[in-house]
């Protein structure tokens, strides 16, 4: 296949086969922009190279020499002659953007004659010498990888020596006596077509720099890839006050304004712009010492912008009052900037609403609904968890929930840090503004109430070791984090910082609203939400949650004034001390399902029957019993005695969902009189609740008969003697893999299914919800499994039973309806998985909705 193209012989689709940088020069260059010209060897080269052992095809050069008599014929010089002087730039390019990943090589081609020739043609000594060190300084360090310091050392130490302070009192001379002490430093090769070579293979091999595989990881870019190598010849912006060197957007990054915005340097390089030791200038500057080139330039931001119906990002040289293009592609953005622009375009006629959509990215959406902290201003890293709620937040250090309220009562923020949390902690993690734990994964305790209350949290940071004595939380590399200091999270990427690092503030804004709009107008998929009190289904259907799908009845009993009846009753001995805290929490089951009823007046609200992981309900401490003890009137004794009985050795797989019912089914009765009669005052109020009751953790059809018994009699009591008929729907979970494998025959007894792929994955996979944090992060590191299954479903194997059960039910009973409400309901991903499946609605947490209503309308279009 032919491995080297010049830029007249692609486009900018050949981003695969010539990287994104050298298929947008293509592009730019039948577009008849002012490009120096140059050549592409391609990023299947790349491959070859590897596969033969770091080795360069042997007709590579042959025909690499083809395009290079080309581009002299093209830009009127010769690479290696002295006489007429032309230089090569060398960079990397894969198809996917890297920034600063890979190497460079600039004014490659250049040995003593020819910097004497250059001197000559340009009859700029002092420049050509500059040049000439500059490159030898690059190629020592890029391609022969000896250490730049020591070069600019040498440097130093000649000004020092004749007193001058910087680069500019640098004469032709001086250049040339550097250039002598560094050519005693390295031992480079003088023939410009072994440097080019070399160049190329450097170019190759910096694919496999640390930096570039770190970047690669952390951006799921494929390690097969490989990179382009872009030769193009060399323009100086460093040639005079005529010339420079700039950058520039189409419009403007951080805020999205639709103006040309940019910054130059006079008499620059490329390299000195991007490097920041000179302060540049607003590109307005241009149009006032230069106005020719300006006006030329604005033309071509227009025209580029125009033809890529997207923001563009641009780097351009002048060299003695002539414009020249290096590159341009699709400008990174900021959240708020990427909605303003996608909005403005679909104004402009430039793009369609479609296209809008397909804009913006989940963590852009996310800059709308948390503060976030300032990508361009973090500080050290110093411990890495798992990103369990997005936003970023900033606080003192405590270690109790006690302690999270007190501090956070005398008006400084908090950032509450436990080897985990459970329902004890629910008031210090409602004041904390971050959550922080050294155990637990995606799905535990921590990360699904944080997520619920749209608080920044990081589970599973194993890089901490907490002591709750001494008030300390020490990572593995030493640095100590105290009760007190100041810390920063940012639980979109999981990291902990040091110190209160700048943060983005949250707001909607109309672009915003249009955005989420057109998404509604676009998808298929519903979208509710996962939500138990008032305050967090307000917030639902504000953010455009139509309806609940997931009401966890547990987590109503949170409460520290309702938490004690809640472990009374799983504490109690026997039936008639169930019954008294049963009786106590009809009463505030009912009063929260009428207050959910009104907020989600008309709307579905799906309520799961109680589904406590006991272990998170019991007393852990002998002081927990003591206290517990002190509160409801029980001896120690016989807490304790309760406490041991109902110990589990593995919770999750334990007494829980509906075989709490099979047992106690007196808890079912009460709640679905709770339930009913909530909705009846509801409907006696005028409203119209929608109540569908579903029951949890089945494993067969029998489980489901003898409950739904129970439900159906429930509600036919309280309708009786209320006289008033109430429209409700019974469901079930597909949580467990024997309940997706039977799926057709559970489904012809329910009228909804819901997808629980917390406990499904937890289940397919045999990894603990609660303890996966131990061990994930190994898998991840070494690439055992390609991601989280708590955060993004794994298609394979639970997609795959999920599929199974879709399929089966709905050849016995069409369209019966399909949801899902574990975490993956908020994940893009996952969501794309569930619209393809044919699924009616994705539940997930409330703030996660406006995210999921973009993705199920990027699922369909
Ligand atoms: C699930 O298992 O996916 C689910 C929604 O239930 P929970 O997270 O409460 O176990
Ligand atoms: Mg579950």
Redesign the pocket.
Same mark, same amino acid.
């Given at each position: 296949a032919k491995r080297v193209y010049l830029f007249n012989e692609g486009s900018k689709d050949d981003r695969d086969l010539l990287g994104g940088k050298g298929a947008n020069l293509c592009e730019m260059t039948t577009l008849g922009l002012p490009v120096p010209f140059g050549f592409i060897i391609t990023a299947p080269t790349c491959r070859e190279f590897f596969e033969a052992g770091n080795k360069l095809p042997p007709l590579l050069e042959q025909e690499y020499r083809v395009a290079l008599d080309l581009v002299e014929k093209q830009m009127d010089a010769r690479f290696g002659d002295p006489d007429d002087p032309l230089l090569f730039s060398v960079r990397s390019g894969a198809a996917v953007s890297m920034p600063g990943m890979m190497n460079t090589v600039l004014n490659l081609g250049l040995n003593d004659d020819i910097a004497a020739g250059l001197a000559r043609k340009t009859g700029n000594p002092r420049f050509a010498y500059d040049c000439y060190r500059r490159f030898i300084q690059m190629f020592a360090d890029v391609v022969m990888g000896i250490d730049g310091e020591q070069f600019e050392h040498e440097i130093e130490r000649y000004k020092t020596a004749h007193g001058k302070q910087n680069d500019v009192e640098m004469s032709a001379e001086d250049w040339q006596e550097i250039i002598r002490v560094y050519k005693g430093l390295v031992n480079f090769p003088e023939d410009p077509f072994q440097q080019l070579k070399m160049a190329v293979e450097a170019v190759f091999l910096s694919w496999h720099t640390p930096r570039a595989y770190v970047y690669r990881e952390m951006n799921n870019i494929p390690e097969t890839l490989g990179t382009a190598v872009t030769v193009q010849a060399m323009v100086f912006g460093n040639f005079g006050d005529t010339s420079g060197s700039g950058v520039a957007f189409t419009r403007n990054p951080s805020n999205g304004d639709p103006l040309f915005f940019g910054e130059f340097l006079f008499n620059a390089a490329g390299e000195d712009v991007v490097a920041g030791t000179r302060t540049p200038l607003p590109v307005s500057a241009l149009q006032e010492r230069l106005p020719a080139v300006y006006d030329e330039l604005y033309t071509t931001q227009a025209l580029l912008e125009h033809h890529y119906r997207d923001m563009q990002d641009l780097e351009f040289t002048v060299q003695e009052g002539r414009l020249y293009m290096l590159q341009t592609r699709s400008g990174k953005r900021t959240g708020r900037a990427s909605v303003k622009i996608a909005v403005d375009m679909v104004r402009e006629g430039l793009i369609t609403e479609k296209e809008a959509l397909m804009r913006v990215s989940p963590e852009h959406v996310e800059s709308f609904l948390h503060p976030m902290v300032d990508p361009a201003r973090k500080t050290e890293i110093v411990a890495t968890g798992l990103p369990a709620s997005p936003g970023g937040a900033t606080g003192r250090i405590v270690f109790s929930a006690e302690e999270a309220v007190e501090v956070a009562a005398g008006g400084d923020s908090v950032i509450l840090v436990r080897r985990e949390t459970t329902p004890e902690d629910i008031h210090g993690m409602k004041v904390a503004a971050g959550i922080l734990t050294e155990l637990g994964g995606m %799905?535990s305790h921590a990360a699904?109430v944080a997520r619920g209350m749209g608080v920044c949290a990081i589970t599973g940071c194993g890089a901490l070791t907490i002591n709750y004595a001494e008030g300390t939380a020490t990572t593995d590399a030493g640095v100590v984090m105290r009760r007190g200091d100041v810390i920063t999270l940012d639980g979109t990427a999981g990291e902990v910082m040091l110190g209160d690092v700048p943060k983005t503030e949250a707001s909607s804004s109309d672009d915003f609203q249009t955005l989420l709009s057109w998404a509604d107008k676009h998808r298929r998929l519903k979208v509710r939400a996962?939500a138990e009190t008032p305050e967090d289904a307000a917030k639902a259907l504000e953010l455009g949650a139509e309806g609940i799908g997931?009401c966890?009845t547990e987590h109503m009993f949170f409460e520290a004034d309702r938490i004690d009846q809640m472990r009374g009753m799983i504490l109690a001995a026997n039936r008639e001390e169930r019954q008294h805290y049963l009786d106590q929490l009809l009463t505030y089951q009912e009063e929260d399902m009428l207050a959910l009823f009104r907020v989600m007046n008309g709307l579905p609200v799906t309520v799961?029957l109680l +589904?406590p $992981?006991l272990h998170e309900f019991l007393p852990h401490t002998e002081d927990d019993m003591a206290a517990l003890s002190q509160r409801i009137g029980k001896p120690v004794a016989a807490i304790r005695e309760m406490t041991e009985s109902l110990q589990e050795v593995n919770p999750m797989l334990g007494f829980r969902g509906c075989r709490l019912s099979i047992v106690y089914p007196e808890i079912t009765e009460m709640q679905v009189k709770a339930i009913i009669s909530a909705a009846v005052r509801a409907t006696e109020e005028g409203l119209r609740p929608h109540p569908e009751i579903m029951i $949890?953790?089945v494993v067969n059809v029998r489980e489901i008969r003898l409950i739904s018994k129970i439900i159906d009699r429930g509600i036919q009591a309280v309708m009786q003697e209320k006289h008033v008929s109430i429209p409700y729907k019974i469901g079930t979970?597909m &949580?467990t893999p024997r309940a997706t494998l039977g799926a057709d025959r559970l489904a012809a007894e329910v009228e909804f299914m819901?997808?629980?792929?917390? +406990?499904? %994955?937890?289940m397919t996979y045999g990894f603990s919800?609660d303890d996966v944090g131990k061990f994930l992060p190994q898998y991840l590191e070494k690439k055992l499994v390609e991601q989280d299954p708590f955060v993004s479903l794994d298609t394979r194997a639970v997609g795959r039973l999920m599929e199974i059960a879709v399929t089966e039910s709905r050849a016995r009973k069409p369209g019966i309806k399909y949801g899902i409400?574990? &975490?993956?309901g908020g994940d893009p991903l996952s969501i794309q998985f569930c619209h393809d499946l044919g699924l009616d609605y994705v539940s997930c947490s409330p703030f996660r909705v406006p995210v999921a209503r973009i993705a199920a309308a990027q699922a369909k279009v």
């Open positions: %799905t699904v996962n997931l966890r799961r +589904d $992981p $949890p953790l979970m &949580e819901s997808f629980g792929t917390n +406990d499904l %994955t937890q919800r409400c574990g &975490e993956h």
